[in-house]
């Protein structure tokens, strides 16, 4: 068998279940070292003040639909993520602690916890850190991502809302996974 060490990241983090993912989720989280997707997204965006401020401080993308890039450096150990969006870098780093999928964005570190639900992988929020303070995560259920296939191309919906706040983003999308 393949050692657990090579295995990337989000293989390891499934198991099994991984298998079970159409293809085009597959491809795109089996690749490794620098790739580069394109596709398009639509980005939805809070219009509360609290929300704006918010989106500000964590450099969301503006709303509005359009073309997104997006690359992706993957080692076993670790992920760098950076989406290209109405001319903005939104750029992350993800790598596992346990079953959890830790990712850095801005100030703020996330922990998700990965499942398979109806050949999608389905990201839940089970810990937040800024600045080092850990934050409750219930604060967080509203945040999530859903990835899955659409015919050939890999989709994404990823959506974060906030007590108080409100909406602070929705986007959903896809990219072409094939390779050239």
């Known amino acids: 068998g393949v050692d657990a060490g090579v295995s990337p990241l989000f ?4 198991g099994p279940a991984f298998a079970t ?3 085009p989720v597959r491809a795109l989280h089996v690749a490794q070292g620098l790739k580069r997707y394109v596709g398009e997204v639509q980005v939805e965006r809070g ?8 989106a500000a401080a964590t450099h969301l993308p503006p709303a509005g639909a359009g073309p997104l890039c997006v690359e992706i450096d993957a080692s076993p150990d670790h992920e760098r993520w950076i989406r ?3 001319g903005r870098a939104m750029p992350s780093r993800l790598w596992r602690e346990g079953d959890v999928l830790c990712e850095r964005l801005g100030m703020a570190t996330f922990g998700f916890y990965l499942e398979v639900v109806n050949e999608a992988i389905v990201w839940r929020v ?30 994404f919906d990823v959506w974060a809302s906030l007590p108080l706040v409100g909406l602070l983003v929705h986007y959903t ?4 996974v094939r390779s050239e």
């Open 47 to 54: 219009s509360g003040l609290l929300s704006r401020l918010v």
């Open 173 to 176: 999308g896809w990219l072409d």
């Open 21 to 23: 993912l159409p293809e």
């Open 126 to 155: 089970v810990r937040v850190g800024v600045f080092g303070v850990s934050l409750p995560p219930r604060w967080f259920a509203g945040v999530g991502a859903r990835e899955s296939a659409d015919g050939e191309r890999y989709a």
């Open 11 to 14: 293989a390891a983090l499934l």
């Open 84 to 86: 290209y969006i109405g």
